[in-house]
């Protein structure tokens, strides 16, 4: 059973830095495609930035340059460095996986993800 647990939200003012974490288990992780999505209140879930068990990432245009993905696949661990916060960053934080995906420029697509953690809360205030 795929299980995702997200962490390292927060609350911070912008132009700040926060790590969110995600571990996973239940599955071989270093088989999987990895993702970070994020939901505000009243919009859709979108992309923000995946990975590929190539390391190959892509990330929405809106955070290229100020978050970075990687992953420890020792330790079954995905991250989100996200600096220069600003507050149109604020949402609910999702990590996703699944067993395939394409990845293109944009960010990852929402539809190739099968499994998916409960979310972290992100607040950046001006």
């Known amino acids: 059973q795929v299980q995702l647990q997200e962490s390292g939200g927060g609350s911070v003012q912008s132009g700040g830095s926060l790590r969110l974490s995600c571990v996973a288990s239940g599955y071989t992780y270093s088989r999987y495609c990895m993702a970070w999505f994020r939901q505000a209140p009243g919009k859709e879930r979108e992309g923000v930035a995946g990975?590929?068990?190539?390391?190959?990432?892509t990330y929405a245009d809106s955070v290229k340059g100020r978050f970075t993905i990687s992953q420890h696949n020792a330790q079954n661990t995905l991250y989100l460095q996200m600096n220069s916060l600003k507050p149109e960053d604020t949402a609910m934080y999702y990590c996703?996986?699944?067993?395939?995906?394409?990845?293109?420029?944009?960010?990852?697509?929402?539809?190739?993800?099968?499994?998916w953690g409960q979310g972290t809360q992100v607040t950046v205030s001006s």
């Open positions: 996703a996986a699944a067993a395939h995906c394409t990845v293109v420029a944009g960010g990852p697509g929402i539809a190739d993800f099968d499994y």
């Open positions: 990975i590929n068990r190539h390391s190959r990432t």
